[in-house]
Every structure is written in C-alpha cells, then in structure tokens.
C-alpha cells in the first residue's frame, strides 16, 4: 500500500521526475541555455533538501523501493555529482553549435534513473530505472551529433547497454525460476545454502555478466575508452561515477541479500573480476597518450579496488564500498573537472602532451590537477588513500589477504601513469595552452575548488564523512 | 604543544616561502632559513632542559607528548610523543635542515619557492616520521615525505632524474604498502583480542601476535623498512635517487630518510616483535656485513662522485642493520650514534661534490685532480670527512661503528669480524676520493678555481665542529637516549633474564665514565 507517509521518503525521486517536466516546459516557453542550466541545478538542490529532511528510519515504499541509509547515502552522493556535472555542463556546451536545453532534460531523467536504482528493492524497479539510465545515456554520449565519433560511441554504447540488460533480464528470470520471488527481502527469507542448483548458479553466471558491462570491470571493461574519450567531458563524468555507482550499489543489494557471495564458486568469480580488473586497468593504462583513455583504465582499477570492499562480506564491507565511491565521485569528478576546464573552442585537451609545462605557466591549477592525480592514486592526505585504507581494512577484519596484495601491488602499477601525467607537467617547457573555458567561468572555477577542498578534507579528517555513511 | 608547534612551523613556513617567492626570492630563503633556526632552537632548549632531568635518575620517560582525537571512528589518534631518540633525531633533521638550505642558496635558481616549500614539507614529514605514536599517524608521515622528495628530484636533479624519480617513488610506495598491509593486520589482530580497535602504538604493544602471524606482520614492516635504508637487495634505486637529485636532495635522502629506516627498525620492529626478530637476527647481520663490503666494492669501482658517495652510504647502513639485530645495548647505542654520524658525514661529502661541480660542472672523478693546489682549504675538509667515513678515531663515526661491532661481537663473533673487515675496504674508497681529486696531476684547467666562500666555510666548519665534538664526547647523544634504550631492553629482558644484569653494569658505566673510553669498557666488560 502506498501511503502519504510513505511517499514522502522517495520526494527526491518525485520533485526529478517533476522537474524534468518543467525543465522540458520552459524550454518550450523560452529557449536559454543559462535559465535551464540554473533550473535543473535548482532541481536537484530541491530533491537534496527533500533528502535531508527525511527521518532516518529504514522504509519500505510499495514492493519497489526500499528507502535506508545506504540509498540515502547514495542517493545524496548522486544529486551532489549531479550537480558538480551541470556546472560543467553550461561552459562546456557555451562553444558548441547543437540546442544546448534538451541536455538538461536527459541529464535529470539519467539522474532519476541512478536514484531510483539504488533505491530498488525489486528487480522490475530496478530493470525500469536502468533502461530510463540507458536511454537518456545513448541520448547523451551522442549529444555533439556533428562529430561522428560521439554518433560511434553512442551506438557502441547502446550495445553494450542492450547486450547488458539482456543478460540481467535472463539472469533474474533464472533465479526467479529457482525462488519464485523477485523482490529482494523475498530472496533473502529464501534459503541459499540448501537450493544452489544449477539453474540458480546460471542465473548468477548471466547477472554478474551484465552488471560487469554495467560497472566496466574486465573482461567487460571493452567499451569503456572509446566512449569516454569521445563522450564530452561532462557526460564522461556521469558514465564513471553516477551509473556505475548506483549499478554497484544494487549489486551489493542483491548479493547481500541472496547470500550468493557465501558460495565459495561465486565468490571465486568476483574475485577472478576484481583481480583482472585491478591489474588490467592498470595494465593497460600504462601506455596510454590520451587523457580521457587513461581514466578509462583507472577508473576500471578502481572498481576493482572497489569489488575487494564488496567481496569483504562485512558490516564494514559495505561502509568502505561507500566511503570508496565517495572518494573516487570526488577524484573523477574534479579530473573531468579539469578537463572540462581546459577545453577550448578546438575542443577538449585529451592528450597527456597537451599539458606539458603547466606547472610553470598555471602552477596553482597544475598543483590541483597533480593532488587530484595522488588522489587517483591513491597516496596519503588525499581521499584516495583514506578509500583504499578502508577497504583495505575491511578486507583485513575478514582475511582476504590474497585480494589486499593484488590491490597493493596493482596500485603500484597504475602508480606509473598517475606520476607520467605529472611529470610531464612538471617538464620544462613552454604551455601550449591558449584559450580555454575554465577562465571566465566563475562556477565552474567554484566547483574545482569545492572537489579540491572535499578531496583533501576526505584525505585529512574524514570523520564527519563516516559519520554521514554510518550503517 | 611543542611537538606540533614544531610541524606547524615547518608546514606554514612552507605555504608562506611559496607564496613570498613569486614577490621577492631571497625573502622567502630567509623565511626557511629562520624557520629551521627556530625549531632547532626549540628542540635545543628542550635537549638542555632534559639532559638535567636524565642525570637526575628519572626512569624510563617522555619528554613530551600530546595526543588528540583524530579519527575515532578508525581508532586513529593524533598521538605525538618525544624521548631520547626522537630528540637526537629531530635535531638533527632541523640541522640538516638549515645546512640544505644554505647549500642550495645560489644553486637553485628556477622557481626557489615551490623547492623551499617541497623541503620543508619534507622535513616535516621526517620530523613527524620521528614524532608519531600511533601507527597510522607514522604510516601518512611516512608517505608525506614521498611527494616533496619526488618533486624534489624530478624538478631540479640532473640529467637522468625522470627516471631516478619514478624509480625511487615505485620502490618506496609499494613497500610502504607492505608496511601499511602489517600495520592493518596488527590492527585487526589487537581488536580482535581485545575489542578495542586502535592504532596507537602503546596500546598495540600491550597484546602482541606471536608465531607465525608476527612473523608475517613483521616482514610487512621489514620490506618498507629494509627498502627505505636501503640494504641488499633492495638497493637498487639508490644510486639514481642520490646521484640524480640536486644537492639538498642527496643530503636529505641520504642523511635523514635513510634514518628514519633505522629508526622504524628500532621503534617498531624491536619492540612490537621481539621474538620473531630474534629469530632473523642471523641472516639480518649476516645480510648487514655483506651489504658493508659489497656497497664498499662498488664505491670503489665508480666513476662518478656522487655515485661513489652514494654507494659508501649504502656500505655504512650496514652497520645499522647489524647493530639493530645484534640486540645488545651498546649496539643500540651505536645504531644512534651512527644515524647521528653518518647523516652529518655523508651530508657534508654531498655537499664537497656539489661544491665542487659547482665550480668544474661534472662529478666526473676522471675530469678531477690536482685540486689541492687551488683549493687547500676544502681539501681539509674534504680530509677531515674522507676520514670520518672510513672511521678514525676521534670522530663521531668511529665512536657509532665500534660501538655496534663491540655489540655484534656478543651476538656472533665471525658475524662481527665479517662486519669489522668493512673498516678496513672503507679506507679504499674514502682515500680514493681524496687521491682522485686533490692530488694526482691536474686532469684540466684549473684557473678558474676559488676556494671556499665564506658561506661554504660556514656550512662545512658546522659540521666538522659537530662531528669531532661527538667523536670526543659521545655520551651527550648516549645519554639523552638512555632512558628510551633502558625501555627497549626492558622489554626483551622480560625473555632473557641475564641481559638485564649486563645492562645494569652497562648503566653503571656509562654513569660513571665521562669519556670515550668507559664506552669501550663497557665494551669489554661484556
């Protein structure tokens, strides 16, 4: 039954939903670029405050949605994201020929989709939420329609999607044969131990096979540089954190609940992923001239880094899983950030050479762009390393000693990157950077320093932040 | 309050000489050079204000210590404490400080603010590294002095400090990582015997893991420690980390960083693991005596100065090694003496080669020769610390060396005469040195030689002052540690029952004798 009480714990759901329909209106009464951008800001900061006012308390809404203190966590991290990408958006667009307006429009409906995915509590929620995802997604990779690699990247990524989706389609019609249930508290009333048959272990075969389309880990990590490198920056942005993150956490959701991690062959497969995708993402980063490429790869890393909190099994398991996307939202936004601001009417600097000399042409920003690179990295005093502390912690508490050492020695790898990008700022030269973006927007100037500020304050005296995770 | 005020000098004068740089170069110099003055004045007067307290017979005790909540939700506290060995090392960090400085005071000219901000932070780091109390405190300090250093070499090294740099950075990160997995395990372990999860180093000391669990959470530290020192095999990123970086770097990485090895060595090691090191300590030694010799041969083929010194440095952190797991007492009073000796040896031969390539422009020792005729007076020094290195008596490093020989020689007596054949190899190289660039026929034109400035003649007759004061008067430094030392060996006695008599009659000792010679009684005696 859906009550009036009930309907007020998913309001940041509804006043998106609703906005995006104003949005929509408003473009059609008047067409301005800077009102829509500061409407859908104003969106998002009105379902924040919604957030915020909720009580704290764990609440089913209907069968779907199941409201507690992961969904909120997430969900507030989604609309602060989403926020940091719609400043991007407004300079970002400025130089660009296409009606910038619609953009908004699918930026709130990918930012609904996210939300209502990490609230599910059903796969029919879920599978909805993820297709509204998926479409406003194609619609948004594809956005620069007159370069014909954004139109490639679309179509790969409508694919991938697809393909994706299918495969967590046929992998809950198989559990649902074994359980009959498909919500998740009915899974988890089902006992796991006694009825892991084949049909079952198939159906958790086809669903980690989706959602590791879903969240890039190798071997399904293929589409991942393409579609950043051509996506612009701020969409770019999106992909890496907000859909990935709302697909990890409901993973975690099903998983948790199921039990599935307790069969020793699932939690074989997970690790197997997170391995590879630990050293592959590093790996393959390695080599890499094009900027966006390279936090392609790191990215796939750190979801790795990510899964090894997951594969914990734990209270704090999840905690660190949560403190790690808030982490790495933080360092991936302020390096697309970074991106976004340097771009200029050529389009946007993606090759590490761009960048060469800067540390003595704009040494303030270059001294930004090199903490968020240590961030990526993961060293101290930045919130990289307080994520990857945690989760090393949490896979201490349950001993997963041979995870921790992958994790340790792959982020030495990636290390190798993290340091080229920065010593090629560092190299003696004159900056061929002319005009960009960044100078004259004051938001956006804003937003870098807000990540910039979060980043070490996440790394220094993380407190606060934990307290707001408290699970 | 001192401990932090200590950090927030070196941390805000830092900011300040970067943001002062971009108006006015030699005002933020100054500001760097004062704010180094200050903490050594600081950490002075603390040391004068100690030393009565110790001769007055206190037990084992803290300086001073401070301990505030940091992240409680980790058990993580902001803990800062100070003994004797902290003390003997932190004033030898502010030291080293200001001699860095004023060494890169003409050298340096391309953006002086950020290398000043990147030293001091860096010295802040090695000052913390000297200060923490709780493991994961130690561990950030730790990684902090990483950063600044790698700028440190990439910027204003030599030709080849790309690759010095990354290679220094992979080294010192992953085995800090091995350290940070060990300090979590130990971590885990203490909260799961006793609930309660915290990192602070005292409350880990009250349970420790035994068996093969320490023995796998020591190696953890080992690596880091072992990599940091560096010693066989984990050497191979010191030649280009040396060579590679500009003056202030050598002098930094080789005199402090090395030291904080050896001090971790001492803090954590020993004391969180007694047993298990134990049970290495014959390979340890063993490993230590070979890096003495092998380090000593291969200074002795180089070709490049500082290449030579570099590897002369690696000769002596063997001695470290040795000293630490010959657990004895006077070895540990030697292992301090040395970190104290060789950071001011090593730091002034970095120094006469910068001197010197400031003037010819390569550290080419081919390219070198003939040099005394120009340069008489840093000939003098460079003799005084050619024979500080090779162990003369009458200098610091002879008083550190003997020390941790006398030690060995309780714990194994062919491990020690292993280790002692290294004094005689140092001469090779410390008398090549000298031979290669003051004497010889003049390999080029030398009119263009000067002679010592009287800056130079301030930084080098500093440090020859320092050295021959603790050649003749060791026990200044032997004391202040004392306390701290009686607590470590407290703690192994509690397993051995007859080192603590030997201890007592070391006390004793040191008690009454004023001078060099009732150290080497002591050693005798044992």
Do not use: A, P, Q, W
């Given at each position: 039954m859906v009550t009036v009480e009930a309907l007020g714990y998913i309001m940041p759901e509804i006043v998106l939903a609703i906005g995006a329909v104003v949005v929509m209106l408003m473009i059609a009464v008047k067409r301005n670029a800077i009102l829509t951008n500061v409407a859908t800001i104003l969106t998002f900061i009105i379902a924040l405050f919604f957030l915020i006012n909720q009580p704290q308390q764990d609440v089913n809404?209907?069968?779907l949605f199941f409201v507690d203190s992961i969904g909120r966590f997430l969900t507030g991290l989604i609309l602060c994201s989403a926020i940091v990408i719609t400043i991007y958006s407004l300079p970002y667009f400025k130089n660009q020929k296409e009606l910038k307006e619609e953009y908004y429009i699918l930026l709130i409906l990918a930012t609904l989709g996210s939300v209502c995915m990490g609230i599910s509590n059903h796969f029919v929620s879920f599978v909805i939420s993820l297709e509204l995802l998926s479409v406003s997604l194609f619609a948004l990779i594809g956005y620069?329609?007159?370069e014909s690699t954004s139109i490639e990247a679309a179509l790969k990524y409508l694919i991938m999607a697809a393909v994706a989706t299918s495969f967590i389609l046929f992998g809950f019609a198989l559990i649902y044969t074994v359980t009959g249930k498909m919500d998740l508290q009915g899974l988890t009333s089902f006992s796991s131990g006694s009825n892991m048959n084949f049909i079952m272990l198939a159906g958790f075969a086809m669903t980690i096979v989706g959602f590791g389309f879903k969240m890039a880990l190798t071997p399904f990590h293929l589409w991942t540089p393409d579609i950043y490198s051509a996506a612009p920056a701020p969409v770019a942005a999106f992909i890496a954190t907000i859909s990935k993150g709302a697909a990890f956490v409901f993973l975690l959701r099903l998983f948790y609940n199921l039990g599935g991690l307790q069969q020793e062959s699932v939690w074989i497969a997970f690790a197997a992923i997170a391995t590879s995708s630990m050293f592959i993402g590093n790996w393959l980063g390695l080599r890499q001239e094009n900027l966006k490429r390279l936090i392609a790869y790191s990215s796939i890393s750190h979801l790795g880094y990510l899964m090894v909190g997951f594969l914990a099994i734990s209270q704090d398991g999840i905690r660190s899983s949560m403190f790690y996307l808030l982490a790495y939202f933080a360092s991936i936004l302020a390096i697309f950030g970074m991106i976004t601001y340097f771009s200029g009417k050529k389009g946007?600097?993606?090759?590490?050479?761009?960048?060469?000399g800067l540390f003595w042409s704009k040494p303030w920003l270059a001294a930004v762009f090199t903490v968020i690179m240590l961030s990526l990295a993961g060293i101290p005093l930045t919130a990289g390393f307080l994520g990857k502390f945690y989760i090393l912690t949490a896979g201490m508490g349950t001993g997963k000693i041979f995870l921790l050492i992958v994790l340790a020695v792959s982020s030495t790898i990636g290390l190798f990157y993290y340091l080229r990008v920065v010593a090629v700022m560092l190299s003696r030269e004159e900056s061929s950077i002319g005009e960009h973006i960044g100078s004259n927007s004051f938001m956006l100037k804003l937003a870098m320093a807000v990540l910039f500020v979060l980043i070490i304050w996440l790394g220094v005296y993380p407190s606060s932040f934990l307290q707001m995770i408290g699970i | 309050m001192i401990l932090i005020t200590l950090l927030l000098i070196l941390m805000g004068s830092g900011i300040l000489a970067w943001i002062v740089a971009s108006f006015n170069k030699s005002a933020a110099k100054w500001i760097a050079l004062l704010a180094l003055l200050t903490d050594l004045v600081l950490v002075s007067s603390v040391w004068l204000a100690d030393t009565a307290a110790v001769t007055l017979g206190n037990d084992a005790h803290w300086i001073s210590s401070v301990k505030m909540n940091w992240i409680p939700d980790f058990g993580m506290t902001f803990h800062l404490a100070m003994d004797g060995i902290s003390l003997v090392m932190t004033a030898l960090t502010f030291f080293l400080g200001i001699i860095s400085v004023l060494v890169s005071w003409k050298s340096i000219e391309k953006n002086v603010g950020f290398f000043l901000f990147n030293i001091l932070w860096l010295l802040a780091g090695i000052t913390g590294v000297f200060l923490a109390m709780d493991m994961m405190l130690f561990y950030f300090f730790w990684e902090i002095m990483l950063v600044p250093m790698y700028f440190v070499i990439v910027i204003w090294g030599h030709e080849k400090s790309r690759y010095a740099g990354w290679k220094f950075f992979l080294f010192t990160q992953i085995s800090g990582l091995m350290m940070l997995l060990a300090i979590l395990g130990l971590y885990i372990y203490h909260g799961s015997q006793t609930g309660t999860y915290s990192f602070n180093y005292f409350d880990l000391l009250g349970s420790l893991p035994g068996g093969s669990l320490a023995f796998w959470i020591m190696c953890g530290f080992l690596i880091a420690f072992l990599v940091k020192l560096p010693t066989l095999p984990f050497h191979s990123w010191l030649p280009d980390a040396y060579a590679e970086s500009p003056s202030a770097g050598s002098i930094i990485i080789a005199a402090l960083m090395s030291k904080t090895a050896a001090y971790g060595l001492i803090r954590f090691v020993v004391p969180l693991f007694p047993e298990s090191a134990k049970s290495i300590a014959t390979p340890a030694i063993l490993i230590g005596a070979a890096a003495i010799l092998y380090g000593a041969k291969l200074a002795y083929a180089q070709r490049d100065l500082k290449r030579l010194i570099a590897f002369s440095s690696f000769s002596h952190m063997g001695f470290i090694l040795v000293g630490v797991f010959s657990f004895s007492a006077l070895a540990f009073q030697g292992v301090l003496m040395q970190m104290v000796a060789h950071g001011l040896s090593i730091a002034a031969l970095f120094i006469i080669s910068e001197f010197i390539y400031d003037r010819i422009?390569?550290?080419?020792?081919?390219?070198?020769?003939?040099f005394w005729k120009k340069m008489a007076n840093m000939g003098g020094f460079t003799l005084v610390f050619g024979m500080a290195s090779l162990g003369l008596p009458g200098l610091a490093n002879f008083v550190a060396e003997f020390l941790i020989l006398a030690g060995a020689w309780q714990y194994d007596a062919v491990l020690a005469t292993l280790a002692t054949l290294g004094l005689i190899v140092s001469v090779t190289y410390s008398l090549r040195i000298l031979q290669k660039i003051f004497h010889q026929s003049p390999q080029n034109d030398m009119e263009k030689l000067a002679d010592l400035n009287s800056r130079e003649w301030l930084v080098l007759g500093s440090l020859t002052i320092v050295i021959i004061w603790l050649g003749l008067f060791p026990q200044n430094v032997v004391k202040v540690a004392q306390p701290a030392f009686d607590r470590l060996g407290i703690g192994q006695n509690n397993t051995n029952d007859k080192k603590l008599g030997l201890i007592d009659t070391y006390n004793g000792l040191i008690n009454k004798g004023k001078d060099n010679n009732a150290v080497k009684e002591g050693g005798k005696l044992w």
């Open positions: 809404v209907t069968n620069l329609r007159h946007e600097l993606i090759k590490i050479e761009d960048y060469r | 422009g390569t550290f080419d020792l081919y390219k070198m020769g003939g």
